[in-house]
């Protein structure tokens, strides 16, 4: 379960400053060699955000690809209407953003759920290592592709969804992908679980009670526990 995993990062020194011996880096860095990482580990800074804090803002200059080390964080995107989470991260995501290729900013902001840690490492110095290592630049492009794919194909399956199959949707992303577990304390508001979900405060709360009495799922405060999983994947399935 990701507290289970925060709990061991912490327990094992997730600031570890030395990039070849920390395990909580990227999967991408282990396409890097000792000399490459010696590089990052010289180069890169560490900044611990506090629950609600932004790591970096839709808009502004992108410069640093973000190793996520620590805790929980959203991608989203934000116009005058409001926001719409895209995706949830967790260590050991490792996050470039669309605007380091072509036009250096952000399109889309990420922020901090619970306490985090994130490790900023230069584009510069990542472009100069793509030049030089096949195996990472396949590595790196593939992750960003990944990353693409995920939003393009959740965004569609939403707007093609009534709220029941968006809402059962989300929790089916929440229990596996995120969580990795049929029960788990949300760390996100209300608020945030319509921003992901794409739909009304109203419609979240009038759905997920019909989802209890039903026996779909439990609900208590902030623990959330699936028990028909089939028939929530057959709601998210037919919309």
Known sequence: MLQEVECIFAETGFDNPDCKSCFCRSDEFNFM?????EQVTRNKFQVNYKAGEIIFK???QSTHCISFTHG???VYDEDRHGEIILKLIKPT???TGYGMLFDNVHDYSVSAITNSSVCFVDFQLIEEILNHNNHFRKAFFTKIQQHNYFIQSRMIN????KNPGRIAG????LSRDFYNSDSFVLHLTRKELTSLSVVSFDSLSRILNQFH?????WISGKRIKILNPVMLEKIWLNG
């Open 93 to 95: 995501e490792f996050i």
């Open 158 to 161: 939403l707007l093609n969804k």
């Open 72 to 74: 929980t964080a959203k």
């Open 33 to 37: 060699t000792d000399s490459e990482l």
């Open 58 to 60: 839709q808009g502004t």
């Open 213 to 217: 009495e039903a026996e779909l799922i």
């Open 170 to 173: 989300t929790l089916l992303y």
